[in-house]
């Protein structure tokens, strides 16, 4: 807010004149009241004793601080969108993330970090199987990738298949989605024991 000159605060509107209750007069040399602050008088003359309601000085002198103290009411007052993904600002995403333990990475598109974040319980729920890794990839790079686990009689015939499984994307026309960070996502996410061979084909 900018300082006002003496002249727009000691004569007030009007020369001298008491501005209504919720009037809207501008006073040269104010920036703009915020949403919902009357720009004459103070309604915080509303919450005094009716001696002083009537008051222009102190209908005046309250508009510093509601003006000051309104933004981080509203900002109170709406606190639990914060903590709601589908209405939490975009930045917050990954601080609201952290909460429930999980890395909010950049390159996640910005729908999928919401459904990411709502999708918690089930994700961890279903940590460690293919179902579970199966949503993540999905959740984390846009494309529903196959999860494939040998059969057991696959693993009677060949040890080294056992706790092996493979991830497959096949991308859309046009896309693209790098390696290094599928294996990022799968190294966090599968068990440590497994081991894993990532796929990436083309149209």
């Known amino acids: 807010m ?22 809207t007069w501008t006073v040269s040399g104010y920036d703009a009241a915020p949403m919902g602050v009357p720009e004459g008088a103070s309604s915080y003359l509303d919450f005094l004793p009716g001696i002083y309601q009537d ?15 309104s933004p981080l009411d509203r900002t109170a007052g709406s606190i639990a969108d914060y903590f709601d993904a589908s209405l939490t ?3 917050f995403l990954p601080w609201l993330g952290s909460w429930l333990g999980m ?35 999905r959740l984390a790079t846009g494309i529903e990738p196959e999860v494939i686990e040998p059969t057991l009689s696959e693993i009677a015939g060949n040890r080294n ?34 081991g894993c061979t990532i796929e990436i084909n083309g149209a």
């Not at 008051?55 to 510093?64: A, N, P, Q, V």
């Open 103 to 137: 890395v909010v990475d950049a390159r996640i598109p910005q729908e999928n970090k919401r459904e990411m974040i709502r999708s918690a319980p089930d994700l961890y729920r279903w940590r460690g199987t293919r179902r579970g890794m199966r949503e993540f990839l």
């Open 161 to 194: 298949l056992a706790y092996r499984f493979t991830v497959r994307f096949r991308l859309p026309a046009g896309a693209s989605l790098a390696r290094s960070y599928v294996e990022a996502l799968v190294e966090a996410e599968k068990p440590a024991f497994a």
């Open 2 to 23: 900018t300082t006002p000159t003496a002249s727009a605060v000691i004569p007030g509107p009007g020369d001298g004149e008491v501005p209504p209750r919720g009037s």
């Open 55 to 69: 008051s222009e000085f102190l209908g005046r002198f309250l508009l510093i601080f509601e003006h000051i103290l």
């Open 89 to 91: 600002p975009e930045d």
